[in-house]
Structure formats: C-alpha cells, structure tokens
C-alpha cells in the first residue's frame, strides 16, 4: 500500500507538469497532420496515418518518459521533502518502485489517449475496417516507453536532470542503433572497438525489438512467439533496472 501511495503522489505530481500537456498536443497535432499527408498521397494514405501515428506515439512518449521521469527523484532532493518521505516508516527501494509506478500510469494514459486518436481516424479512413494488427504496435511501444522510463528513473537517483536526460536519450538512441553500430564495428580491424561496441550492445537495451511499424504498416506477418519474446525481454531488463535504481537509492547518502 505504501508503494501505491507514493505511486498515486507521483501521478497528481506529474499531471501538474505543464510538459506533459504541451507533449501530448503536439502528438496529437502530429497524427492529425499525417490526414492531411496522407491526402496528398495517391492510395498511401491508410499507410501514411499509420506510420507517421505510431512514430509519433514512440517520440513524444519518449519526451515524455525523459522530461517528466528525470526530475521524480531530484525534485524531492531539491526541495528536500525526501527528507519527510525518508523519515517515515517506508522502505526506500519502495519509495523508487512508486515514483516509477506513478509516471508509468501518466504514459499508459497518454498512449491510450492517442491509441484512441489513431483507432478514430482509422476507423474514418481505413475503407476495409480497423486494422486491429497496429494495437500490437502500440502494445511495443508502451513496453519500450516503459524500458526508457525506468532508465530515466535509474539515472535520476544519483545524477542532475540535464545529465539525467542527456544519458537517457544516449542510451534510447544507442538502443535504437545498437545492431547497426555492431555491424560497422565489424568492419573496423580496432579489437578493442567490435569488444567495447558488442559489450554495449549486450549491457544496453535493443530497442529495436519493439518497432513493429514497418511489420503493421505494410502488413507483413508478426509471429505470436516474436511478440510474446519481446514482452518478456522488455519485462526482465525493466525489473533489472529498477532493481539497480532501488539498490543506488538505498544506498545513497542524504545526510
């Protein structure tokens, strides 16, 4: 109960946050452009409205789990009402699983609202019904959101916001790439670079296991033991990472 408290604290915190809300706009006004793309395309529109929805869900979500995850824990700090929290009986590890809950409740609720945006122009445009394929889509991007979030998190317990972020969106960016960095990493004769470049292909996550745009978009075969794989990898590296966030946090000293 004590983690839901502190989980339902951090929701009424982050829905005040004024970020939040110009994010979500600019998601939406996104995907209501990709109509008006998608007009000026002969037969691709479905495609379009798809395409540029999903990319859209996975970039302002991104934003959302950086700006608004980095600051959880230093806010506290900054305004020193950790020390209130700390003081009274609730374990630390379940003060970081709550912060980690709460913001993951204002995403799934911003993704559900521009899931609901995308099914609504689809059900407008697509002429042959809904492709319900494309909510396996989204069902990976909120599971990449959710890795990108307990990242931002894990960071935030020991570092600045700016450097909170800065590390976050490297390590979405080198998750995104990961593959193709091993694959020019192959072809340098440096050791030491393919050692240090698979290394960090295996520590960070692959990202890329949770874009199925192209897969929906251009209605290839998604295989259920694909998705169900990628649930389950996304679900361990984010227990793996709140657990780590938990341990720098107990460990931490705020005196």
């Known amino acids: 109960m004590k983690t839901f408290a502190v989980a339902a604290n ?6 005040r946050d004024k970020v939040l809300y110009n994010l ?3 998601a939406l006004l996104v995907m209501a452009v990709s109509v008006v793309l998608g007009k000026m395309t002969l037969g691709e529109r ?10 859209a869900m996975s970039v302002f979500g991104l934003l959302i789990a950086v ?13 020193r ?19 980690y809950l709460g913001l993951m409740l204002v995403i799934a609720i911003n993704v559900a609202a521009m899931t609901a945006a995308l099914l609504a122009l689809l059900a407008v445009y697509a002429d042959t019904g809904v492709p319900w394929r494309v909510l396996l ?9 959710m890795i990108v979030t307990a990242v931002a998190v894990l960071f935030s317990t020991f570092s600045t916001p700016t450097l909170s972020a800065m590390l976050t969106l490297g390590v979405w960016l080198i998750g995104r790439f990961s593959s ?18 698979a290394g960090t292909h295996y520590l960070l996550p692959n990202l890329e296991k949770f874009d199925l745009k192209h897969e929906v978009v251009y209605g290839m075969p998604i295989p259920p033991s694909y998705v169900a794989g990628a649930l389950a990898y996304g679900l361990l590296y984010i227990v793996l990472v709140v657990g780590l966030a938990a341990v ?3 460990r931490r000293d705020f005196k």
């Open 137 to 145: 889509a989204v069902l990976l991007i909120l599971v990449e959101l």
């Open 67 to 79: 700006f608004v995850g980095i600051g959880l824990v230093h806010k506290e700090i900054a305004r």
């Open 24 to 26: 979500a706009f600019f």
């Open 81 to 99: 009402t950790v020390y209130t929290l700390l003081a009274k009986p609730i374990a630390r590890w379940r003060f970081v699983v709550g912060k």
């Open 46 to 55: 479905l495609k379009i409205i798809q395409d540029v929805s999903l990319a």
């Open 10 to 15: 951090t929701f009424r915190e982050a829905i």
């Open 248 to 250: 720098i946090f107990e």
């Open 180 to 197: 193709d960095l091993v694959v020019l990493a192959a072809k340098s004769e440096n050791p030491v670079l393919r050692a240090v470049v």
